[in-house]
């Protein structure tokens, strides 16, 4: 919508906000950087010792709940949702998320799909895995596939669509990583990977639905296939994750592009929806010289996941072990990582005339740049406030265009600021506020300026302008 100019025609004013950013702070924003995998390889793993240590970790944004097809399901039709319901509970009230993986083959159960899908007639087999024996599903077996998709249906009546719920993983193959290892080496049939993503995109309709990399990239699929199969998930909408950063294989194979698997996977989305990388294990990840220093005096870890987002785009990070134990070991990076993850929005300039016609719309410009290294990926609105004399006006700008924002640019916004009619004429202070205005309550956006400019109620004050009588 073209913007109203005001009544009297003024010359403009451009104040450079540059030399008020904060690019150290730790913004604490949502819906992006850090997540904790509190339910991991079974429910003992990554258990916290207190709410504190999440609290202070910096950038936190959620916590990701990877558990077997057989916690929810124990029998068929009775279903246990207290894995989820118990965390959500605890944790969304305060402010964090939830993400979720089912998985339906994992190395530590025998039985990760439910006995009674077994029993039912669904095709599989028992594998030897780290000294232990589990079943391996079909993943294209038509009695799976229809156990399976009544599951999801179940699970997505419940859950597609909570403000709460930052995405889904499509949980398929050894951990839910689209893959045979190590039980053995056979890829999962593309048809199957097919039929998975057709049964979570039938079900969950307004949720982020994510799958792994590696249901793509194996070795024994031609690049043909890998190209169709990749074509299939973009025309579903379907965004990719890689659970290869900081893993043996990550850190020896593809060390050129910082353990990706497959870079183009992510270029075919990140515009869209939000990308997500985890890492190895960390006790692992040290095992295997990942935490080790570098011949130029960095670490090598600091290097492939600062690499690894800017090359994935990444709006999400998991350390993948304890949290106390990788912030008292990381606290800078840490810190580093939690900014740059996602969007990350810096006001550059605003441009408006020396003073503000009351009863009038008038107009003023700001120029925002986004130092993050994906957008948001849903619309916050913009307010504006003028402060004076302990009396204060909210003047609403509508929604922010954020959502073009993209990273490594500058955009130029304009916005129609309507004084009140029978506003008193003064100085007044102009501030700001993003608003992520589509949860109740509504939540302010921290933008990259300094602290002392932001007050109790997260509006920024930019400038001091004139009101003044029509």
Not at 103 to 132: F, L
Not at 388 to 411: Q, V
């Amino acid at each position: 919508m073209p913007a109203v100019m005001a009544s009297v025609a003024q010359p403009t004013k451009v104040t450079d906000l540059r030399p008020l950013w904060d690019t150290e702070r730790v913004l604490r924003n949502p819906y992006k950087g850090w997540y904790h995998h509190y339910y991991d390889n079974g429910t003992r793993n990554y258990r916290l010792s207190s709410d504190a240590d999440l609290d202070q970790f910096p950038g936190m944004d959620h916590l990701y709940i990877r558990l077997s097809w057989a916690h929810f399901e124990p029998e068929e039709g009775h279903y246990d949702w207290s894995w989820i319901d118990d965390v959500k509970d605890h944790w969304t009230p305060k402010g964090y998320g939830i993400s979720l993986r089912i998985s339906t083959c994992e190395t530590g159960e025998a039985q990760a799909t439910p006995e009674w899908v077994v029993a039912a007639g669904a095709k599989g087999a028992m594998y030897k895995a780290y000294r232990q024996e589990v079943w391996v599903p079909d993943y294209g077996d038509l009695i799976y596939l229809s156990k399976l998709d009544r599951f999801v249906s179940k699970l997505a009546r419940r859950y597609d669509g909570q403000p709460w719920l930052r995405y889904v993983d499509i949980g398929l193959g050894t951990w839910g990583e689209g893959h045979n290892h190590p039980m053995l080496d056979k890829v999962i049939p593309m048809e199957a990977v097919k039929k998975h993503i057709d049964i979570y995109r039938a079900h969950f309709r307004r949720s982020v639905l994510v799958l792994s990399d590696d249901a793509v990239h194996v070795h024994s699929r031609t690049l043909a296939k890998e190209k169709e199969l990749k074509e299939y998930a973009a025309a579903r909408g379907i965004s990719w994750r890689d659970d290869s950063i900081l893993t043996w294989p990550g850190l020896h194979n593809w060390p050129e592009r910082f353990n990706v698997a497959r870079p183009e996977l992510f270029e075919s989305a990140w515009r869209k929806y939000p990308t997500v990388l985890e890492t190895s294990h960390y006790h692992e990840a040290l095992r295997d010289g990942a935490y080790k220093p570098t011949p130029s005096g960095g670490i090598r870890a600091y290097d492939d996941l600062r690499g690894a987002i800017g090359l994935t785009h990444a709006t999400y990070l998991g350390y993948h072990g304890d949290a106390r134990k990788w912030l008292s070991d990381h606290p800078a990076l840490a810190k580093e990582l939690a900014n740059k993850l996602g969007y990350w929005y810096f006001p550059n300039s605003v441009s408006m005339p020396p003073s503000l016609v009351a009863g009038s719309k008038n107009t003023i410009r700001i120029k925002w740049e986004n130092k993050g290294t994906a957008p948001a990926y849903r619309p916050f609105a913009l307010r504006a406030k003028l402060n004076t004399n302990g009396r204060a006006i909210i003047l609403p700008l509508g929604e922010s265009r954020n959502l073009a924002w993209m990273p490594g640019a500058e955009y130029d916004a304009c916005y129609s600021v309507n004084i009140p009619k029978g506003t008193a004429p003064g100085r007044y202070a102009f501030s700001v506020a993003l608003l992520d205005d589509t949860v109740s309550p509504e939540r302010t956006i921290e933008i990259g300026l300094k602290e002392a400019l932001r007050g109790p109620d997260g509006y920024y004050r930019l400038v001091e302008i004139e009101v003044q009588s029509p």
